[in-house]
Structures are given as C-alpha cells and as structure tokens.
C-alpha cells in the first residue's frame, strides 16, 4: 500500500492506490467493475454557478469506454445564455481525475466532473472553467510559478428552534454543541466531501447565529487546504453540492447567501492563496513576506474593482459590502487585519517551537517552520462563479510582476490598523472603494476589460455575458433605497437566497 495514499478518504483513490492525477480511463472501468457500479453521472457547471447533472446507465463494457472517451452532447445555449441557440450543441468530457462515488445515489453510481468542448472539438473558449485553467498556465509560463488557492465556505444553517441552549446573539465563533445546533450535520457534510476529493482543512461555527419567528440561524464554516487553483475551484463546487443536498435529506434549510437579514453576519467567500515554486512557498523569504507576494497583491488590488464582476454576481453581494461589518469596503492590504481587501494572516513564520511547550514531552519537536503563508482576498461570497473569480484573481497577479512600482504600490496601499478608525481617516481618503452594485462591477470590467482579455484568458464573449447578465440587474441604487427599509431589504434577500 503506499503511505500517502493510505489514509485518502476518497474510495476511488483508495481502491486504485493512485493519487487522481494518475487516474486513467482504464482505472475508471476497472473500478466500476470491480465495485458493482451501475450508473455514471457527469457533473458540470452553469451560468447559475451551480453544478448541473447528466446520469447514464451502464449497459455494456463498450457502452462505458465509449461515454467516458467522447463524452455526450449537451445543449449549451440552455447553460450559457451568451450561447447563441442556432448554434448551441456542446461537447461534455468527463475529467477522470475528478471521480468520486456519489454519496446520495441508492444505485451505486460514479461521479466526474466534465470539460465543455466545442463544435470542433476544442475546449469552449467562453467556459469559466476552460478560463481559469488558460490563467493558471498563462501565469506559469509567464512567471515561473504555480498558482495555489484555497476556499473558506461559509453558509448559514436554518431550523425550527428546540428552545434549548440559545448562543449569544453574533456570538458563535467556534461555539461547541449544545450551544451549537449543527456541529454533526457540518461534520457529516465535510466527511462527504472528502470523501469526494475535497481537501478540507477544517470546520467551525462561524460568528453569525440568532433566532427569528421560531427559527434558528446558525453560520458554520467549511475552510480547504491551498491546493493548484484548478482544482480549488473543483472542490469548492463539489462542497456546495453536497451541503446543498445533505440538508435537503435532513429536512433543512441552508443558504450561501452573502447578507440573509439586516445586522447580522454576512457569509463571504475568502479565497486564500499563495505561490508555490518547486515545492517550495515563495510567499516568504526569510521569515517576512516576500517581493513575489507583494506584487502578487498589488497585481489584485489594481484590479479589485473589476474581480467584484466574477465574485460578487448579485444586489445582496453589497449589502454585505459596508463598512464596520468585518467585510471589506476600501480597497487596501495589511497584515491580520480584518478590515482590509487583501489580509495576510499569521503564518507559522516564528522561530519559537509551540509544540514542545504545550508538550514538554516532545522536545526538538519541529526542526523548521512549515511553508503555511497564504494571503486572503475577503470581497468574494458564494454567489461567484467561482471558476471565473480564480481566473481573474490569477490573471490579475501576473499584472503585478509587470508593474515598475509594485513594490511603491504596496507601501502606498498598506493599512497598518482597522481602516475605519479615526486615525486612518485621511489615508481612507486616498483609498478608492469597490463597487457598490452590479452595475458598478459590471462598469468596472468593462473599463479593465483588456486585462483579463490579454492573452486570451478571457473570451470576449465571456466578458459581454458577465456584463450584461450584471448590467440586468439594474441595482445603481438599490443599496440606498433599501437603507432604511428592512421590509424593501429583505424582500431583495429572499429573491437571492439560493444563489450560487
């Protein structure tokens, strides 16, 4: 048995002692034949930033090569609105690397995800998941270094409340059963996705929790291990599918929506990342953040305005995006600082050895620091496409290693304490803000559109889809007509409560 593999919750890996990057089609037969599969389903997103689902029954051996080598045809126009219909057949491959057996299905059914190919056979060039895998390779080629990124998932859970061990009102930060309602559903829900690729790195209550007309709102939070962003962005469509699913069968309630009611947490989706070279986390050098990293900031701060376009899809998005809330408004970075766009949290970069002073045991127990350093961008939620937000973060970054001032740049930008505090008022001036409404995302890409068009990352029409689709909403003013009227606020709420 190989020991990395060992202890790999996902059945595919443990049957086949591969790491999934491994997997052939040969091991995807030899799998569904030696554990009884009957059903194949192939998963992909769509415009909606869902996934979506195509199930197929085994009939033969050759019926099963033939799906997982060419795949079926789909009609693209009903997933793509920017898909003219005359002209709207697409190809779906499956990605062997992506298997996983489906934790719901009561006939025992193998899972993949899929590419969209077009006409021509081609990779869609509009697709968002095409779009952050041209990014990754563009930013290897252009800067000699990998791309990693990891999501932290935050969703609310919703109930009938038992009357028992009430926690404090936005109180809940890592509260522990019975104060807290729904440890073992989020336990049970990160199980689940482990078991189908997703690296988790840990689970938690999360700040926001209150009780409204007998109900119970509980925020939890699912975090991920920094992997290449290709496949962050995988696991992070997979985990909302199987949340989504899990609390349908429980008989619950659960939104990823970024603002659920007036004066209470928000759930976002930060993404962290960091920039890997041969192994090695260039994030750092010699204990402090590096060069790479600043410019790698700076790269997503010049554009931020414009990454709202991919990673903030509806009104409610900015009613999140206010001051004084723990979500960032100016467009800024610093370090552990929850006010900021850009955060560098701690990273293990001390030289003291915690472990063996909580365990006097263990002497000498670390011989060097590990390679922990990410950074985080906190304006996302989970209404993003979340292949189209990765893409734009990535290409953004390579903008800063071709910036002559990055460095000047992130001096310039750098926030030392929370920007909203008094003392910061003339540096809050010089900041520029994000957008407050589709409609400013959407004019924020249009202005910027060439960065993220070079190179043909983005497909011209990917762009006009986003903004058009932005532009729909015609929101200029919601934020401020809906201010000081909870009603008007939450009926807006309610019309996004499932996004994404």
């Avoid at 779906?92 to 009561?106: C, L, N």
């Avoid at 919601?478 to 909870?486: E, G, I």
Wanted: hydrophobic share 40%.
């Amino acid at each position: 048995m190989n020991t990395s593999l060992s202890l790999n919750p996902n059945l595919v890996v443990q049957f086949l002692q591969k790491a999934p990057s491994q997997f052939r089609k040969s091991d995807i037969i030899r799998f569904v034949k030696e554990n009884n599969i009957s059903m194949i389903k192939f998963m992909y997103p769509a415009d909606d930033n869902r996934l979506k689902t195509l199930n197929f029954v085994i009939n033969s051996e050759e019926y099963l090569d033939s799906i997982l080598t060419f795949g079926e045809r789909v009609d693209g126009s009903s997933l793509f609105p920017f898909i003219e219909a005359g002209n709207s057949d697409l190809y779906v491959i499956p990605r062997y690397s992506t298997a996983f057996v489906d934790p719901f299905e009561v006939i025992p059914t193998l899972s993949l995800l899929a590419t969209f190919f077009d006409k021509d056979g081609k990779p869609l060039a509009s697709s968002p998941e095409y779009t952050l895998r041209k990014a990754c390779e563009e930013f290897t080629k252009t800067t000699g270094m990998e791309f990693f990124a990891m999501g932290e998932l935050e969703y609310y859970v919703i109930s009938q409340d038992p009357g028992l061990f009430h926690a404090s009102d936005q109180k809940g930060y890592h509260e522990s059963a019975p104060f807290a309602k729904f440890n073992d559903f989020r336990v049970n829900c990160m199980h689940l996705i482990a078991q189908a690729g997703g690296q988790i790195k840990y689970g938690h209550n999360e700040v926001g929790n209150f009780t409204l007309d007998g109900r119970i709102y509980e925020q939890n939070e699912i975090e991920f291990l920094p992997v290449p962003a290709t496949e962050a962005a995988d696991h992070l469509m997979i985990a909302k599918w199987i949340i989504r699913t899990l609390a349908a069968k429980n008989g619950l309630d659960v939104t990823f929506a970024p603002k659920i009611t007036v004066g209470k947490a928000g759930s976002g989706l930060h993404i962290h990342f960091k920039i890997m070279k041969d192994g090695k986390n260039m994030m750092t050098e010699r204990g402090i953040l590096s060069d790479t990293a600043k410019k790698t900031i700076v790269g997503i701060l010049e554009n931020a305005d414009a990454i709202t376009a991919m990673g903030n899809k509806v009104p409610t998005s900015y009613f999140r995006l206010v001051p004084h809330q723990e979500a960032p408004t100016s467009i800024c970075w610093g370090d552990r600082n929850r006010s900021v766009l850009v955060r560098v949290p701690l990273g293990w970069t001390g030289e003291n050895d915690m472990c063996s002073q909580a365990n006097p045991l263990e002497k000498d127990a670390v011989s060097a620091p590990p390679q922990k350093q990410t950074v985080e961008l906190r304006s996302a939620d989970c209404s993003a496409d979340i292949y189209q937000l990765l893409a734009a973060m990535v290409t953004a970054a390579m903008t800063g290693f071709e910036m002559d001032n990055a460095l000047t740049r992130a001096s310039e930008l750098y926030v030392s304490v929370n920007i909203h505090n008094d003392e910061n008022s003339e540096k809050l001036a010089q900041l520029k803000s994000l957008p407050d409404s589709c409609a400013a995302s959407a004019e924020a890409l249009r202005r910027k559109r060439n960065v993220f068009e070079k190179k043909g990352i983005f497909d011209s029409q990917l762009i006009d889809g986003i903004i058009s689709k932005l532009e729909k909403f015609n929101d200029a003013e919601l934020r401020k007509k809906t201010l000081n009227s909870q009603n008007e606020m939450m009926k807006v709420v309610r019309k996004y409560w499932h996004c994404g």
